[in-house]
Protein backbone atom coordinates (compact mmCIF):
# COMPACT_ATOMS: atom_id res chain seq x y z
CA UNK A 1 0.00 0.00 0.00
CA UNK A 2 1.24 3.31 -1.12
CA UNK A 3 2.30 5.57 2.59
CA UNK A 4 0.21 8.73 3.04
CA UNK A 5 2.12 11.35 1.50
CA UNK A 6 3.35 14.30 4.07
CA UNK A 7 3.81 17.49 4.08
CA UNK A 8 5.68 20.07 6.19
CA UNK A 9 4.43 23.79 6.55
CA UNK A 10 7.06 26.35 7.96
CA UNK A 11 4.99 28.71 9.73
CA UNK A 12 2.14 28.66 11.70
CA UNK A 13 0.72 32.17 10.35
CA UNK A 14 -2.50 32.46 8.71
CA UNK A 15 -1.55 31.15 5.22
CA UNK A 16 -0.37 27.94 6.76
CA UNK A 17 -2.99 27.44 9.25
CA UNK A 18 -5.41 27.41 5.96
CA UNK A 19 -2.92 25.36 3.84
CA UNK A 20 -3.03 22.72 6.96
CA UNK A 21 -6.72 22.37 7.39
CA UNK A 22 -7.40 22.12 3.93
CA UNK A 23 -4.17 19.63 3.40
CA UNK A 24 -5.28 17.41 6.63
CA UNK A 25 -8.71 17.24 5.04
CA UNK A 26 -7.47 16.01 1.95
CA UNK A 27 -6.12 13.00 3.90
CA UNK A 28 -2.40 14.78 4.07
CA UNK A 29 -0.14 14.02 6.88
CA UNK A 30 0.69 17.53 8.20
CA UNK A 31 3.66 18.68 10.65
CA UNK A 32 3.36 22.50 11.27
CA UNK A 33 6.65 23.80 12.62
CA UNK A 34 6.65 27.53 14.08
CA UNK A 35 9.13 29.01 16.16
CA UNK A 36 7.27 31.55 18.45
CA UNK A 37 5.61 29.80 21.48
CA UNK A 38 1.94 30.25 20.10
CA UNK A 39 0.02 29.77 16.73
CA UNK A 40 -1.09 32.91 14.15
CA UNK A 41 2.24 34.55 13.11
CA UNK A 42 1.43 38.59 12.86
CA UNK A 43 -1.73 37.30 13.22
CA UNK A 44 -1.51 35.96 17.35
CA UNK A 45 -2.19 37.04 20.36
CA UNK A 46 -0.01 38.83 23.10
CA UNK A 47 -1.81 38.13 26.49
CA UNK A 48 -0.09 39.87 29.68
CA UNK A 49 -1.40 40.72 32.77
CA UNK A 50 -5.23 39.71 32.01
CA UNK A 51 -5.04 41.86 29.14
CA UNK A 52 -5.12 40.70 25.44
CA UNK A 53 -4.13 42.20 22.23
CA UNK A 54 -3.86 41.60 18.42
CA UNK A 55 -0.46 41.39 17.84
CA UNK A 56 -1.33 42.34 13.93
CA UNK A 57 -4.16 42.09 11.85
CA UNK A 58 -7.78 44.07 14.18
CA UNK A 59 -9.64 44.67 10.67
CA UNK A 60 -11.46 40.99 10.13
CA UNK A 61 -12.86 41.84 6.33
CA UNK A 62 -14.04 39.83 3.38
CA UNK A 63 -14.82 36.57 6.01
CA UNK A 64 -16.29 34.99 2.46
CA UNK A 65 -12.90 33.30 2.21
CA UNK A 66 -12.06 31.54 5.31
CA UNK A 67 -16.19 30.73 5.06
CA UNK A 68 -15.33 28.61 2.18
CA UNK A 69 -12.53 27.28 3.37
CA UNK A 70 -14.45 26.19 6.48
CA UNK A 71 -17.16 24.78 4.67
CA UNK A 72 -14.71 22.84 2.36
CA UNK A 73 -13.44 20.90 5.56
CA UNK A 74 -17.00 20.53 6.79
CA UNK A 75 -17.17 23.01 9.28
CA UNK A 76 -18.61 26.46 9.87
CA UNK A 77 -16.93 29.67 10.77
CA UNK A 78 -19.55 31.36 12.14
CA UNK A 79 -20.21 28.96 14.63
CA UNK A 80 -16.88 28.19 15.48
CA UNK A 81 -15.34 31.31 15.68
CA UNK A 82 -18.41 34.24 16.71
CA UNK A 83 -17.76 37.58 15.33
CA UNK A 84 -19.26 40.87 14.49
CA UNK A 85 -20.24 43.47 12.17
CA UNK A 86 -18.95 46.90 13.13
CA UNK A 87 -21.55 50.25 12.63
CA UNK A 88 -19.53 52.09 12.16
CA UNK A 89 -16.85 50.75 10.87
CA UNK A 90 -14.33 53.25 11.85
CA UNK A 91 -14.25 57.01 12.74
CA UNK A 92 -11.86 59.01 10.48
CA UNK A 93 -10.42 62.22 11.91
CA UNK A 94 -8.46 64.71 9.49
CA UNK A 95 -5.50 66.40 11.31
CA UNK A 96 -6.92 69.61 8.81
CA UNK A 97 -10.24 69.16 10.74
CA UNK A 98 -13.44 67.52 10.85
CA UNK A 99 -14.26 64.12 11.17
CA UNK A 100 -16.18 61.50 9.30
CA UNK A 101 -18.05 58.07 10.76
CA UNK A 102 -17.92 55.61 8.21
CA UNK A 103 -20.73 53.07 8.36
CA UNK A 104 -22.30 50.65 6.29
CA UNK A 105 -25.45 52.20 6.44
CA UNK A 106 -24.47 53.83 2.75
CA UNK A 107 -27.47 56.68 3.29
CA UNK A 108 -26.12 57.71 6.63
CA UNK A 109 -22.60 57.71 4.99
CA UNK A 110 -23.91 59.72 2.01
CA UNK A 111 -25.25 61.97 4.85
CA UNK A 112 -21.99 61.79 6.13
CA UNK A 113 -19.92 62.89 3.54
CA UNK A 114 -22.69 65.54 2.54
CA UNK A 115 -21.24 67.43 5.25
CA UNK A 116 -18.34 68.65 3.82
CA UNK A 117 -18.61 67.92 0.28
CA UNK A 118 -22.09 67.26 -0.95
CA UNK A 119 -20.96 66.75 -4.87
CA UNK A 120 -18.97 63.99 -3.27
CA UNK A 121 -22.14 62.30 -1.61
CA UNK A 122 -23.92 62.39 -4.61
CA UNK A 123 -21.21 59.99 -6.37
CA UNK A 124 -21.44 57.29 -3.52
CA UNK A 125 -23.29 54.96 -5.48
CA UNK A 126 -21.53 55.30 -8.69
CA UNK A 127 -17.88 54.27 -6.45
CA UNK A 128 -19.31 51.22 -5.28
CA UNK A 129 -21.65 50.34 -8.31
CA UNK A 130 -18.03 50.47 -10.74
CA UNK A 131 -16.04 48.96 -7.82
CA UNK A 132 -18.54 45.88 -7.32
CA UNK A 133 -18.25 45.39 -10.97
CA UNK A 134 -14.56 45.66 -10.54
CA UNK A 135 -14.32 43.06 -7.94
CA UNK A 136 -16.41 40.27 -9.95
CA UNK A 137 -14.10 40.78 -13.28
CA UNK A 138 -11.17 40.59 -11.03
CA UNK A 139 -12.05 38.26 -8.66
CA UNK A 140 -11.15 34.92 -10.89
CA UNK A 141 -7.80 36.37 -11.35
CA UNK A 142 -6.90 36.47 -7.39
CA UNK A 143 -8.12 32.49 -7.39
CA UNK A 144 -5.73 31.64 -9.50
CA UNK A 145 -2.08 30.61 -9.58
CA UNK A 146 0.15 32.30 -11.98
CA UNK A 147 2.50 30.14 -12.83
CA UNK A 148 4.07 31.98 -15.84
CA UNK A 149 3.80 34.65 -18.19
CA UNK A 150 1.61 32.54 -20.27
CA UNK A 151 -1.16 32.27 -17.47
CA UNK A 152 -1.31 36.32 -17.17
CA UNK A 153 -1.68 36.15 -21.63
CA UNK A 154 -4.33 33.52 -21.26
CA UNK A 155 -6.23 35.88 -19.60
CA UNK A 156 -8.44 38.22 -21.56
CA UNK A 157 -6.32 41.15 -20.08
CA UNK A 158 -7.55 43.62 -22.75
CA UNK A 159 -10.82 43.45 -21.62
CA UNK A 160 -10.26 43.78 -18.27
CA UNK A 161 -7.50 46.66 -18.70
CA UNK A 162 -10.34 49.66 -18.92
CA UNK A 163 -11.52 48.48 -15.26
CA UNK A 164 -7.93 48.00 -13.85
CA UNK A 165 -6.44 51.08 -15.06
CA UNK A 166 -2.90 50.14 -14.96
CA UNK A 167 -1.54 53.14 -15.31
CA UNK A 168 -3.86 55.16 -12.32
CA UNK A 169 -3.15 54.95 -8.60
CA UNK A 170 -5.80 54.40 -5.92
CA UNK A 171 -6.28 58.25 -5.40
CA UNK A 172 -6.16 59.16 -8.79
CA UNK A 173 -8.83 56.74 -9.87
CA UNK A 174 -11.11 57.80 -7.16
CA UNK A 175 -10.43 61.63 -8.29
CA UNK A 176 -13.10 60.46 -10.96
CA UNK A 177 -15.67 60.19 -7.96
CA UNK A 178 -14.72 62.60 -5.23
CA UNK A 179 -13.28 65.86 -5.43
CA UNK A 180 -12.63 66.38 -0.89
CA UNK A 181 -9.44 65.16 -0.32
CA UNK A 182 -11.36 64.15 2.56
CA UNK A 183 -13.70 61.78 0.85
CA UNK A 184 -10.77 60.20 -1.40
CA UNK A 185 -8.79 59.82 2.01
CA UNK A 186 -11.59 57.38 3.47
CA UNK A 187 -12.42 55.40 0.51
CA UNK A 188 -7.97 55.09 0.02
CA UNK A 189 -6.17 54.94 3.14
CA UNK A 190 -6.95 50.86 2.91
CA UNK A 191 -3.66 50.95 0.95
CA UNK A 192 -2.22 51.39 3.89
CA UNK A 193 -3.25 47.40 4.69
CA UNK A 194 -0.82 46.77 2.11
CA UNK A 195 1.86 48.82 3.09
CA UNK A 196 1.51 51.28 0.51
CA UNK A 197 0.81 54.82 -0.44
CA UNK A 198 -2.76 55.66 -2.16
CA UNK A 199 -0.74 57.77 -4.26
CA UNK A 200 1.86 54.87 -5.42
CA UNK A 201 -0.72 51.84 -5.16
CA UNK A 202 -2.39 50.63 -7.97
CA UNK A 203 -6.22 51.57 -9.16
CA UNK A 204 -7.04 48.02 -8.85
CA UNK A 205 -7.10 48.47 -4.85
CA UNK A 206 -9.94 51.13 -4.77
CA UNK A 207 -11.93 47.45 -3.89
CA UNK A 208 -10.57 47.09 -0.58
CA UNK A 209 -12.89 50.09 0.81
CA UNK A 210 -15.88 48.65 -1.54
CA UNK A 211 -15.32 45.26 0.50
CA UNK A 212 -15.45 47.01 3.62
CA UNK A 213 -19.19 48.89 2.79
CA UNK A 214 -20.25 45.98 0.72
CA UNK A 215 -19.42 42.60 3.13
CA UNK A 216 -18.32 44.82 6.25
CA UNK A 217 -15.27 45.11 8.82
CA UNK A 218 -15.79 42.34 11.34
CA UNK A 219 -13.93 42.03 14.99
CA UNK A 220 -14.08 38.13 15.84
CA UNK A 221 -14.86 38.04 19.54
CA UNK A 222 -10.90 37.35 21.22
CA UNK A 223 -9.75 39.11 18.51
CA UNK A 224 -8.09 38.39 14.97
CA UNK A 225 -5.78 35.88 17.22
CA UNK A 226 -8.71 34.02 17.94
CA UNK A 227 -9.27 32.95 14.40
CA UNK A 228 -5.77 31.70 14.37
CA UNK A 229 -6.40 29.82 17.34
CA UNK A 230 -9.63 28.42 16.22
CA UNK A 231 -7.75 27.25 12.96
CA UNK A 232 -5.20 25.76 14.93
CA UNK A 233 -7.45 24.16 17.52
CA UNK A 234 -9.35 22.35 14.52
CA UNK A 235 -6.09 21.12 12.89
CA UNK A 236 -5.22 19.48 15.91
CA UNK A 237 -8.58 18.00 15.78
CA UNK A 238 -8.23 16.53 12.24
CA UNK A 239 -4.40 14.63 13.04
CA UNK A 240 -2.01 17.77 12.45
CA UNK A 241 0.87 18.09 14.31
CA UNK A 242 1.82 21.82 15.17
CA UNK A 243 5.35 21.93 17.18
CA UNK A 244 5.46 25.05 18.50
CA UNK A 245 8.84 26.83 20.08
CA UNK A 246 10.62 24.97 17.25
CA UNK A 247 12.43 27.05 14.31
CA UNK A 248 13.36 25.51 11.02
CA UNK A 249 17.28 26.68 10.75
CA UNK A 250 17.91 25.31 7.26
CA UNK A 251 16.08 23.17 4.25
CA UNK A 252 17.46 20.01 3.03
CA UNK A 253 18.11 19.29 -0.47
CA UNK A 254 19.06 16.76 -3.16
CA UNK A 255 20.16 18.77 -5.85
CA UNK A 256 17.10 21.68 -6.01
CA UNK A 257 14.53 18.90 -4.87
CA UNK A 258 14.22 19.64 -1.17
CA UNK A 259 13.60 16.87 1.08
CA UNK A 260 12.76 17.83 4.64
CA UNK A 261 14.02 20.27 7.22
CA UNK A 262 16.62 21.00 10.03
CA UNK A 263 15.00 22.16 13.19
CA UNK A 264 16.43 23.38 16.45
CA UNK A 265 15.28 20.37 17.84
CA UNK A 266 15.98 17.57 15.04
CA UNK A 267 15.33 16.51 11.53
CA UNK A 268 12.49 15.95 9.61
CA UNK A 269 11.67 14.45 6.00
CA UNK A 270 8.46 14.95 3.44
CA UNK A 271 7.31 14.76 0.53
CA UNK A 272 6.71 18.44 -0.04
CA UNK A 273 7.45 21.38 1.78
CA UNK A 274 5.19 24.29 1.89
CA UNK A 275 7.24 27.93 3.61
CA UNK A 276 4.48 30.31 5.48
CA UNK A 277 7.80 32.18 7.38
CA UNK A 278 8.31 35.45 5.88
CA UNK A 279 9.46 35.13 2.61
CA UNK A 280 12.71 37.37 1.64
CA UNK A 281 13.82 36.01 4.99
CA UNK A 282 12.86 32.73 4.55
CA UNK A 283 14.53 32.62 1.51
CA UNK A 284 17.51 34.22 2.48
CA UNK A 285 18.19 32.53 5.63
CA UNK A 286 17.17 28.75 4.96
CA UNK A 287 17.76 28.06 1.13
CA UNK A 288 21.32 28.30 -0.01
CA UNK A 289 22.02 31.62 -2.44
CA UNK A 290 23.13 29.33 -5.16
CA UNK A 291 20.06 27.20 -5.34
CA UNK A 292 17.46 30.12 -5.86
CA UNK A 293 17.77 31.57 -9.90
CA UNK A 294 15.11 34.31 -9.86
CA UNK A 295 15.32 35.16 -6.28
CA UNK A 296 18.83 35.73 -5.29
CA UNK A 297 20.03 37.72 -2.05
CA UNK A 298 21.03 40.50 -4.74
CA UNK A 299 17.83 40.24 -6.43
CA UNK A 300 15.67 40.22 -2.94
CA UNK A 301 17.57 43.74 -1.95
CA UNK A 302 16.54 44.94 -5.09
CA UNK A 303 12.44 44.64 -4.27
CA UNK A 304 10.34 47.45 -2.99
CA UNK A 305 9.01 46.24 -0.23
CA UNK A 306 6.30 47.51 1.88
CA UNK A 307 6.29 50.36 4.92
CA UNK A 308 6.94 48.88 8.95
CA UNK A 309 4.51 49.93 11.83
CA UNK A 310 5.48 50.75 14.99
CA UNK A 311 2.88 49.63 17.95
CA UNK A 312 1.72 50.15 21.23
CA UNK A 313 0.05 47.86 23.25
CA UNK A 314 -1.58 49.50 26.30
CA UNK A 315 -3.53 47.94 28.91
CA UNK A 316 -5.04 50.74 31.02
CA UNK A 317 -7.13 50.97 33.76
CA UNK A 318 -10.45 52.71 33.32
CA UNK A 319 -12.51 52.97 29.79
CA UNK A 320 -12.87 54.72 27.01
CA UNK A 321 -16.87 54.28 26.21
CA UNK A 322 -16.77 57.25 24.22
CA UNK A 323 -13.63 56.39 21.57
CA UNK A 324 -15.26 53.91 18.74
CA UNK A 325 -13.98 50.51 18.08
CA UNK A 326 -11.42 52.23 14.81
CA UNK A 327 -10.27 55.71 14.87
CA UNK A 328 -7.39 56.82 12.41
CA UNK A 329 -6.04 59.83 12.47
CA UNK A 330 -4.54 60.87 9.50
CA UNK A 331 -1.88 63.48 9.10
CA UNK A 332 -2.47 67.36 8.49
CA UNK A 333 0.49 66.98 5.99
CA UNK A 334 -1.26 63.47 4.27
CA UNK A 335 1.53 63.31 1.39
CA UNK A 336 4.64 64.87 3.49
CA UNK A 337 4.07 61.61 6.16
CA UNK A 338 3.49 58.89 3.43
CA UNK A 339 6.87 60.48 1.50
CA UNK A 340 8.50 60.51 4.88
CA UNK A 341 7.32 56.59 4.83
CA UNK A 342 8.11 55.45 1.43
CA UNK A 343 10.77 57.92 0.18
CA UNK A 344 12.88 60.17 2.94
CA UNK A 345 12.45 57.60 4.99
CA UNK A 346 12.14 59.83 8.72
CA UNK A 347 9.97 60.19 11.06
CA UNK A 348 7.19 62.96 10.64
CA UNK A 349 6.09 64.81 13.83
CA UNK A 350 2.13 64.63 12.97
CA UNK A 351 2.35 61.32 12.31
CA UNK A 352 -0.69 59.57 11.30
CA UNK A 353 -2.23 56.67 13.75
CA UNK A 354 -4.23 54.61 14.16
CA UNK A 355 -6.56 53.00 18.09
CA UNK A 356 -8.14 50.52 18.25
CA UNK A 357 -10.32 50.51 21.13
CA UNK A 358 -11.89 46.77 21.09
CA UNK A 359 -12.99 46.90 24.47
CA UNK A 360 -16.31 48.93 23.47
CA UNK A 361 -16.90 45.77 21.14
CA UNK A 362 -15.48 43.08 22.97
CA UNK A 363 -15.64 42.59 27.12
CA UNK A 364 -13.03 39.46 26.80
CA UNK A 365 -10.20 41.19 26.00
CA UNK A 366 -9.10 42.88 29.91
CA UNK A 367 -10.37 42.39 33.20
CA UNK A 368 -13.38 43.85 34.72
CA UNK A 369 -13.17 47.99 34.70
CA UNK A 370 -9.67 47.61 32.51
CA UNK A 371 -9.23 47.82 28.51
CA UNK A 372 -7.05 47.63 25.61
CA UNK A 373 -6.08 50.35 23.68
CA UNK A 374 -3.68 49.31 20.32
CA UNK A 375 -1.87 51.94 18.93
CA UNK A 376 -0.15 51.80 15.58
CA UNK A 377 1.67 54.59 13.41
CA UNK A 378 3.09 53.39 9.84
CA UNK A 379 6.71 54.10 9.66
CA UNK A 380 9.70 53.39 7.33
CA UNK A 381 10.76 49.95 6.77
CA UNK A 382 13.84 48.99 8.25
CA UNK A 383 16.69 50.90 7.36
CA UNK A 384 20.19 52.64 8.03
CA UNK A 385 18.24 56.07 8.18
CA UNK A 386 16.71 55.00 11.58
CA UNK A 387 18.15 53.52 14.51
CA UNK A 388 15.17 52.65 16.71
CA UNK A 389 18.00 51.89 19.51
CA UNK A 390 18.12 55.65 20.01
CA UNK A 391 14.46 57.02 18.20
CA UNK A 392 12.22 54.57 20.50
CA UNK A 393 11.57 56.39 23.39
CA UNK A 394 11.50 59.81 21.49
CA UNK A 395 8.64 58.40 19.20
CA UNK A 396 7.08 56.45 21.70
CA UNK A 397 6.65 60.06 23.52
CA UNK A 398 5.74 61.54 20.23
CA UNK A 399 2.86 59.14 19.37
CA UNK A 400 1.61 60.06 22.44
CA UNK A 401 1.24 63.26 21.99
CA UNK A 402 -0.81 62.50 19.37
CA UNK A 403 -3.32 60.64 20.91
CA UNK A 404 -5.73 63.82 22.32
CA UNK A 405 -6.24 64.59 18.76
CA UNK A 406 -8.55 61.88 18.77
CA UNK A 407 -10.10 62.57 22.05
CA UNK A 408 -7.58 60.13 23.92
CA UNK A 409 -6.30 61.92 27.08
CA UNK A 410 -5.23 60.91 30.25
CA UNK A 411 -3.41 57.61 28.98
CA UNK A 412 -0.24 56.95 30.31
CA UNK A 413 -1.61 57.75 34.14
CA UNK A 414 -3.34 54.37 33.77
CA UNK A 415 -1.09 52.14 32.01
CA UNK A 416 -0.55 48.61 33.87
CA UNK A 417 0.71 46.91 31.00
CA UNK A 418 2.77 48.43 28.08
CA UNK A 419 4.71 46.16 24.88
CA UNK A 420 5.88 48.56 21.73
CA UNK A 421 7.53 46.83 18.77
CA UNK A 422 9.33 48.78 16.55
CA UNK A 423 10.41 48.12 13.38
CA UNK A 424 13.69 46.43 14.65
CA UNK A 425 11.80 44.35 16.48
CA UNK A 426 9.86 43.65 13.56
CA UNK A 427 13.64 42.15 11.96
CA UNK A 428 14.85 41.05 14.89
CA UNK A 429 11.64 39.38 16.87
CA UNK A 430 9.65 38.30 14.46
CA UNK A 431 11.76 37.02 11.67
CA UNK A 432 10.04 39.81 8.96
CA UNK A 433 12.63 41.21 6.08
CA UNK A 434 13.17 44.77 6.68
CA UNK A 435 10.66 44.94 9.05
CA UNK A 436 8.51 45.31 6.32
CA UNK A 437 5.17 43.88 7.99
CA UNK A 438 3.14 43.93 5.23
CA UNK A 439 5.74 41.83 3.18
CA UNK A 440 7.07 42.83 -0.67
CA UNK A 441 4.95 45.60 -2.24
CA UNK A 442 2.52 45.14 -4.36
CA UNK A 443 3.24 47.11 -7.37
CA UNK A 444 2.85 45.83 -10.84
CA UNK A 445 6.33 44.51 -10.58
CA UNK A 446 5.52 42.44 -7.72
CA UNK A 447 2.60 40.92 -8.84
CA UNK A 448 0.88 37.99 -10.66
CA UNK A 449 2.85 35.71 -12.09
CA UNK A 450 5.93 38.50 -10.95
CA UNK A 451 5.34 37.58 -7.57
CA UNK A 452 6.93 34.09 -6.02
CA UNK A 453 4.99 32.14 -7.38
CA UNK A 454 2.69 29.59 -4.99
CA UNK A 455 4.99 26.18 -6.57
CA UNK A 456 7.47 28.26 -6.03
CA UNK A 457 9.78 28.23 -9.31
CA UNK A 458 13.11 28.12 -8.28
CA UNK A 459 13.03 24.92 -6.08
CA UNK A 460 11.24 21.50 -6.61
CA UNK A 461 8.75 20.00 -4.01
CA UNK A 462 8.49 23.76 -2.40
CA UNK A 463 5.53 25.65 -2.43
CA UNK A 464 4.38 29.08 -0.42
CA UNK A 465 1.61 30.46 1.00
CA UNK A 466 0.93 33.57 2.91
CA UNK A 467 1.86 37.39 1.82
CA UNK A 468 4.92 36.95 -0.12
CA UNK A 469 3.18 35.21 -2.37
CA UNK A 470 0.38 35.44 -4.98
CA UNK A 471 -2.41 36.86 -4.61
CA UNK A 472 -0.82 39.09 -1.78
CA UNK A 473 -0.59 40.44 2.20
CA UNK A 474 -4.19 40.60 4.08
CA UNK A 475 -5.90 37.85 5.45
CA UNK A 476 -8.76 37.04 2.87
CA UNK A 477 -5.87 36.83 0.23
CA UNK A 478 -3.60 35.01 2.14
CA UNK A 479 -6.42 32.36 3.52
CA UNK A 480 -7.04 32.34 -0.85
CA UNK A 481 -3.38 31.44 -1.38
CA UNK A 482 -3.94 28.55 0.50
CA UNK A 483 -6.58 27.31 -1.31
CA UNK A 484 -4.08 27.51 -4.72
CA UNK A 485 -1.16 26.32 -3.08
CA UNK A 486 -3.30 23.25 -2.12
CA UNK A 487 -4.58 22.92 -5.29
CA UNK A 488 -0.98 22.81 -6.97
CA UNK A 489 0.42 20.87 -4.18
CA UNK A 490 -2.16 18.02 -3.93
CA UNK A 491 -2.43 18.23 -8.25
CA UNK A 492 1.65 17.04 -7.99
CA UNK A 493 0.89 14.58 -5.29
CA UNK A 494 -2.10 13.02 -7.70
CA UNK A 495 -4.69 13.64 -5.41
CA UNK A 496 -8.04 14.84 -6.11
CA UNK A 497 -8.85 18.67 -6.15
CA UNK A 498 -12.22 18.87 -7.63
CA UNK A 499 -13.56 19.70 -3.76
CA UNK A 500 -11.54 22.54 -3.90
CA UNK A 501 -13.00 24.34 -6.74
CA UNK A 502 -16.66 23.61 -5.24
CA UNK A 503 -19.08 26.38 -6.09
CA UNK A 504 -19.26 29.09 -3.75
CA UNK A 505 -22.68 29.61 -2.06
CA UNK A 506 -23.76 33.09 -3.11
CA UNK A 507 -24.68 35.54 -0.27
CA UNK A 508 -26.20 38.81 -0.61
CA UNK A 509 -24.76 41.86 0.92
CA UNK A 510 -25.70 42.42 4.48
C1 LIG B 1 0.70 45.39 12.50
C2 LIG B 1 -0.04 44.64 11.42
C3 LIG B 1 -1.38 44.92 11.19
C4 LIG B 1 -2.08 44.21 10.22
N1 LIG B 1 -3.40 44.48 10.05
C5 LIG B 1 -4.12 43.73 9.20
C6 LIG B 1 -5.55 43.85 9.20
O1 LIG B 1 -6.12 44.63 9.99
N2 LIG B 1 -6.25 43.07 8.34
C7 LIG B 1 -5.63 42.18 7.50
O2 LIG B 1 -6.32 41.49 6.73
N3 LIG B 1 -4.29 42.04 7.49
C8 LIG B 1 -3.52 42.77 8.33
N4 LIG B 1 -2.16 42.57 8.40
C9 LIG B 1 -1.46 41.78 7.36
C10 LIG B 1 -1.53 40.24 7.40
O3 LIG B 1 -2.84 39.81 7.39
C11 LIG B 1 -0.83 39.58 8.57
O4 LIG B 1 0.47 40.04 8.68
C12 LIG B 1 -0.80 38.03 8.46
O5 LIG B 1 -0.59 37.51 9.74
C13 LIG B 1 0.29 37.48 7.55
O6 LIG B 1 0.05 36.08 7.42
P1 LIG B 1 1.06 35.06 6.76
O7 LIG B 1 0.28 33.80 6.49
O8 LIG B 1 1.78 35.66 5.63
O9 LIG B 1 2.12 34.66 7.88
P2 LIG B 1 2.74 35.32 9.18
O10 LIG B 1 1.67 35.86 10.03
O11 LIG B 1 3.87 36.17 8.80
O12 LIG B 1 3.29 34.00 9.88
C14 LIG B 1 4.46 33.34 9.46
C15 LIG B 1 4.90 32.43 10.58
O13 LIG B 1 6.14 31.79 10.23
C16 LIG B 1 6.93 31.67 11.41
N5 LIG B 1 8.33 31.47 11.06
C17 LIG B 1 9.16 32.35 10.46
N6 LIG B 1 10.38 31.81 10.28
C18 LIG B 1 10.32 30.55 10.79
C19 LIG B 1 11.24 29.48 10.90
N7 LIG B 1 12.50 29.61 10.44
N8 LIG B 1 10.85 28.33 11.50
C20 LIG B 1 9.57 28.18 11.96
N9 LIG B 1 8.64 29.17 11.87
C21 LIG B 1 9.01 30.32 11.28
C22 LIG B 1 6.68 33.00 12.11
O14 LIG B 1 7.02 32.94 13.47
C23 LIG B 1 5.18 33.18 11.89
O15 LIG B 1 4.42 32.61 12.92
C24 LIG B 1 -1.43 43.23 9.41
C25 LIG B 1 -0.09 42.96 9.66
C26 LIG B 1 0.59 43.62 10.67
C27 LIG B 1 2.01 43.24 10.95
Known amino acids: ?59 FLYPLVLERIFRLIGRNLASDIPMVRLDPQYRLKFGEGGDLRCTPDMRQ ?22 NRHKMASFKPVLEQAFLSWKDLASWDLMKLLPILRPWRSVDSDLRRFFADQRTRLAFSFQAKYLGMSPFNCPSLFTILSFLEYEWGVHHPIGGCSAVSEGMARIAEEMGVTISLGEEVTALQFDGRR ?37 WTNRKLAKKKYSCSTFMMYLGIEGLYDQLDHHTIYTSNDYTGNLADIEGRQRLTEDTSFYVQNAGVTDKTLAPAGHSTLYVLAPVAHQSEAINWKTEKARFRQQVFNQLPKIGL ?18 EGNYEVFNGATFNLAHNLTQMLHLRPRNRFEDLESVYLVGGGTHPGSGLPVIYESARITSRLLLKDLGMNTGWLDEAEIPRPAV
Open 258 to 294: AMGVKTTHGEYQADKIVINADFARAMSRLVPDHLRRR
Open 109 to 130: MAAEIAKYAPADAANLSKYLAE
Open 409 to 426: TDVERRIRFEKVITPADW
Open 1 to 59: MKDTPSVIIIGAGPGGLAAALLLAHAGVKVRIIERLPRPGGRCSAIEEQGFRFDLGPTF
